[in-house]
């Protein structure tokens, strides 16, 4: 197979979707690969490093989607890679389809067979392409919650941990998997008061477990979110409801009774956001007001930290790539349930039903369109 990798074009994303091992690695399992020139800049791989590995430099974006059979990216594709799809073309990345209804219609009309890391799904119910990123994102939440609940960012001024003789300040997590249990090993690290909300007991038995009463859990409902979201000063959004999009947990008018400098994180946002409020921002310009309260809304967080990102990345999709590549999409969905669960679009078709039911679309079981 000719694998192509092409540059990221999304605002401020740095990574990229596969590294020079990777490369080596398809090489020796008898694959070309085509990187386009500076691909890996931002996160310090460079073209010499590509070549060494075995892949060949292209100049031009156009010419590597045209000629790769397979294109494995991190970001959705941007408008200006639409007209690059063709049929037939296997798309390895994030796609998050859900709130994306115009990306959508294009896949389907130019019968691209889009492979969306998001929802492959193993066994054991674990999603694990996004796992790394939602443990980046996680982390980063608090770090830049409480950079934006500095005075001079436009927060109302409060030290996350407080101080002897001050209370620190109170960090609310709504959702408790891989994002909100990172977020609150940092919020709990750094001294915060922090609530844990999920709708899932049993998630919440193991944290209460994990975080032995250094954080409060509580169930998922109307009453103890409000309760919890009025007097926070930072409120991180991490639910997740594979493949739909994200319920709106936090209501327009909960925003209003916040205190006046509260910061939102809504790391959600790439599945439309858990805060009626929300909608996403790029690290250009990532923040927002609504009721005097900050919005942090940035779909693609780990772009900041690309050192960190893209080998968290690539370490976790390319087993899944290899498996692409020698066996076809097709002879890897037969043998692989999680990779099957991953395709959500597939000649012309919608094979994934969350995507369909979050845009009014019919779907077909991909076994049945092959
Ligand atoms: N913005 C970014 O850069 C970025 C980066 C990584 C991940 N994400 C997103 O963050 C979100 C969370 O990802 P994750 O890996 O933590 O998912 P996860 O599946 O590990 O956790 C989601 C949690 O939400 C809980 N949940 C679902 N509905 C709920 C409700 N109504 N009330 C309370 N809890 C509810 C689930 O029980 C689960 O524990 C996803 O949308 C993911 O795509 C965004």
Redesign the pocket.
Known sequence: MIIGVPKEIKDHETRVGLVPSGVTALRQAGHEVLVETHAGEGSSITDREYIEAGAAILESAAELWGRADLVVKVKEPQPAEYPCFRPGLILFTYLHLAPQPELTGRLLAARVNGVAY?TILESDGS?PL??P??EV?GRMAVQVGAQYLERPYGGRGILLGGVPGVAPANVVI???????TNAAKMAVGMGAHVIL????LN?LRELDDIFGGRLVTMA?NSYTISGSVLPADLVIG?????GAS??K?VRREMIASMKRGAVVVD?????GGCFETSHATTHTDPIFLVDGVLHYC?????AAVPHTSTFALTNATFPYLLELANNGLEGACRTHAALRAGVNTYNGYVTHSGVAASQGREWRELAAVE
């Open positions: 998001e999603l996004l796992t990123m939602s994102a709504l959702g408790g998997g891989v994002v909100g909300i999920d709708r899932n998630r998922s991490s639910v997740l409801i594979p994200a319920p947990l790391v959600a946002i790439d599945q940035v779909s693609n967080m780990p």
